[in-house]
């Protein structure tokens, strides 16, 4: 599960990683200020060797994960919204 919260290091994002760990393995990446985030996103993945992940990403990124899961439904299988806290 890759977690896109621009407090990636937050209280709420901590509680979060917290509870998704508790099944799954949480990728929590401090995503850079301007940044075109699906093709920085696309690299990290394919940097880190990750074929396919679930996406769980808040309000200032959700557009943009959505578009990469229509657009490569292989890389990105799953997109959920959260609230940042």
Known sequence: VVLLMAD???PAAL??????AT???V??????RG????GWLVKLLEGLGIATASVIAERAFIDDVR??????AT?????????GG
């Open 8 to 10: 990636y290091d937050g």
């Open 27 to 32: 990728i929590a990446p401090s995503v850079p």
């Open 75 to 83: 890389l990105v299988r799953e997109v959920a919204e959260v609230n």
């Open 15 to 20: 509680d979060l990683i917290a509870l998704l």
């Open 35 to 38: 940044v075109e985030l699906v």
């Open 67 to 72: 578009r990469l899961a229509r657009e490569d």
């Open 23 to 25: 099944a799954h393995l």
